[in-house]
């Protein structure tokens, strides 16, 4: 069981999201939350309110009436409309588990029963129906409404659950001015991150001994040379895959090797900054207006800010597609050598010898419209600007949008690296270097080898090419040491 109490980690999210845990709130934040929630009520009784007592956007400056929950439920209902695809499942849990750690840490002022309602919803797996279209990077308005309309009881969930009497005014606003969407999509988009970069230094590292590499390039020195971070972790993972290096076949070899640890080196260092804003967000009170409740009343404050503007999040969610467009080229270089006979000493594309054998020439053809997909979902989100409500908010980080590209680009990532894949197996195989590979590389060639077979002849390779990017999360596993 996972305790959400404020500090939930990015792997626990995870392990919630793909109900490998189950996740709890605690009584004594229960019970903390219920003091937070009576501390708020009284600075509400003493002052204005955005969105308790007053409307929201542009009508900020109007005076709502004190209507029971009436007014909550107003709001609610017309903040949840949303549009486009469905969000999975494993996304909604996500979205679910980030909200209630926010919501543990006490700035929102929230009923405890909500927060109590909520969780039950996330044990239970009573999802509600989120879809992708709606947020800005201001806040996942639309997709924690349509929450809200569920635990109502207005809009079904996924599995029966009892609804909510009634909603306060306090909790309305309160409890979907967050961006917790965003953030569960950028999590979990880190912990794949995480798997493709291990799985790429298998890839990689069996290309390298595939085409006799020259070592000299991931050597310490070299790395350090780069004065760059992320590059020496690459290269010392690399060096460790690779074992004893093979003669050089080159004094010095093409870029596609030479600087694969520099470009991943940049995307392991824009995964570790996205990394560490998504896990601040996942424990930040970021809620507008924001309770500031301190041991006496001299030191509580309703504030109202702009603290949801997800900018740095865009920012980092931005750079990490940049950093996978630039070793996607890369990547893509690497097997365009496997391909090529002047560096294999074998037929083209590794064809079986055939006469005018396509070999993996297709699988090339794929690779590079994987990198096409990751260029186009590097174009930087945060770029957009806009004026909504009547000139109330005059701009948006689009963090929303950055997630969404981001995903893309990783599912492309997944793909071409599963396409390197075929290539190294194929040719470590055909040169007969099999035997030289020693430790966790040694396994990753032996699981890859028996998934793929050695049938090189002009055939179908979808079969193939899908088992291949299924490989990935197994080699990365195995470069764990799991």
Known sequence: MIEIAGALGIDELRRIADLEEEAFVPRTVLDRLASAHDAAQDLAEHAD??????????????????????????????????????????????????????????GSGVEPAVVAALADMLRRDALPTVRTLGSIGTGDLTALAGTALTLLGERPASTPLEP??????????SFISSSALTIARAALAVTELRVLDRAWSGVCALSFHALDGNAQAFAEASAGASAAPGVEAAAAALRALIGPAPEPARIQDPFALRIAAITQGVVATATDRLADQVAALIGAAE????????????????????????????????????????????????LRLLNEPAFTGLPPFLGDGEPGASGLMMVEYVAAGAVADIRHAAQPAALGTVVLSRGAEEDAPFAAQAVAQLEDAVVATRTLIACELLGAVRLVRRRGVADRLTGALADVFARASASLGTDDAD?????????????????ADLVEGR
């Open 49 to 106: 309110v955005y969105g308790r007592s007053t409307g929201v956007g542009a009508n900020k400056d109007t005076a709502v009436a004190d209507d029971g929950d009436a007014h909550a439920r107003r709001l609610l209902r017309s903040h949840a409309v949303d549009a486009g695809e469905v969000v999975p499942d494993r996304v909604v849990r996500a979205m679910l588990a980030v909200r209630l750690n926010q919501l543990a840490v006490g």
């Open 287 to 334: 809620e507008n207006p924001l309770y500031v409740l301190g041991a006496d009343a001299g030191s509580r404050a309703v504030l109202h800010h702009g603290a949801f503007f997800q900018a740095q999040l865009a920012a980092e969610l931005d750079a990490t597609a940049l950093a996978l467009a630039q070793t996607s080229t890369v990547t893509l270089s690497r």
């Open 164 to 173: 909510l009497d009634a909603w306060g005014a306090e909790s309305a606003l």
């Open 459 to 475: 055939r179908d390779l979808r079969p193939d090419l899908e088992r291949a990017t299924a490989l990935l999360t197994e080699i």
